[in-house]
């Protein structure tokens, strides 16, 4: 038995070795910027059951009141974890500069991965990644597949997903074209020095529209981006994400973080040739207008006449006629508000909401 027992020692040591000379190979970083722990574990796990190994994987807790590192010590064991708390939260302030903070504690690997706390990667990710990095060696930006799941972890649909090789232009083009194109800040891996050359993430409130505009940015600087053909990321779709829920008190953000895309959208469009300029223009008005019709409670006063000032001011995307033409659609909006209208609204509503259907 003792035998038995030393032979057994002697072969996991072995095995222990071998998996620190594995991973002392990685070019891999995952960081995962951490607040919330209700998904945390899930996440791990995914990680846990890649069958390739070759990453790091860094938790960025932001001061969150919850115990990350309870739930890193417990449900982390088998993965290469770095853990760093930080003394103060700046995820609820400047979610753009927090992911890069984040970003800034990576060590010595070539490749970051910004991933989520509350997201899944699908077990082939990282041994496809590798397989393609052979493949292109020269590539410096990768996309994933991406399926949305529920808070179970089941499968609501599959996303629509790029094409093999895509460029700068056809991915601000299909998203402006509405073309069922979502960003997803997790669903791309990216070179330290392709992210060192375009000076980080653009920047908007709250990081909203931020991934787009970056991933973006990143695909010019790259000349083209690659997907991976397996694997791919699982993005959870539930309540207390912040693209999901708390929408009513973000508003304002979320109109601030509209007119920023919108404005770094206009200057990136600039030295594009005259018809692609034009065309990509007009969907980035008809994008502008339509999220200005779907914001989800009703405009104040006072940011009609903001919306039709920026428009003014933006040569390719705005201008007069169309400043007149988004701020007609402010004013349909803020309409609602005006109190004899307002109890018009409601009325016909609950009158519409009693009568039978045809």
Request: with cysteine.
């Given at each position: ?43 791990l796990e995914s990680l846990r059951v890649q069958t390739d190994q070759r990453f790091r994987v860094y938790i960025c807790d932001d001061c969150s009141p919850e115990d990350i590192r309870g739930i890193v010590g417990r449900d982390g064991a088998g993965l290469d974890i770095v ?177 920023t895309f919108t404005e770094w959208a206009d200057g990136f469009i600039a030295e594009y040739p005259r018809v692609r300029r034009r065309q990509l223009s007009r969907d980035m008005f008809r994008n502008y207008r339509g999220d200005i019709r779907n914001l989800p409670s009703l ?60």
């Open positions: 038995m003792a035998e038995l027992a030393r032979a057994w020692g002697s072969s996991h040591d072995h095995m222990e070795e071998a998996k620190l000379i594995e991973r002392s190979e990685a070019e891999l970083a995952v960081v995962i910027p951490t607040w919330r722990g209700r998904f945390l574990a899930a996440a853990y760093h708390r930080f003394p103060s939260n700046l995820g609820g302030s400047d979610l753009v500069k927090h992911w890069e903070r984040c970003l800034s504690q990576v060590g010595q690997e070539d490749w970051l991965w910004l991933f989520a706390d509350d997201d899944e990667a699908m077990p082939e990710t990282v041994a496809e990644f590798y397989r393609m990095r052979k493949q292109q060696p020269a590539a410096r930006l990768f996309c994933l597949p991406v399926q949305i799941i529920d808070e179970s972890g089941a499968v609501i649909r599959n996303a629509v997903n790029p094409p093999a090789t895509e460029s700068a232009d056809a991915l601000l083009g299909a998203f402006l074209a509405r073309q069922g194109r979502e960003g997803r800040g997790a669903d791309h891996l990216f070179s330290r020095s392709l992210y060192e050359e375009c000076g980080g993430f653009v920047w908007t409130p709250q990081a909203m529209y931020a991934d787009l505009a970056s991933w973006v940015v990143f695909t010019e600087a790259a000349g083209t981006k690659y997907r991976l053909s397996e694997g791919g990321l699982r993005w959870r779709q539930h309540s207390d994400s912040v693209s999901q829920g708390g929408w009513e008190g973000s508003r304002i953000v979320f109109l601030d973080a509209l007119m405009p104040v006063k006072g940011e009609g006449m903001k919306i039709f000032k920026q428009l003014w001011g933006l040569p390719h995307v705005g201008g007069r006629f169309r400043a007149g033409r988004v701020w007609l659609t402010w004013f349909r909006t803020d309409i609602r508000s005006w109190p004899l209208i307002s109890v018009w609204c409601r009325w016909k509503y609950r009158r519409d909401q009693l009568q039978p259907p045809p």
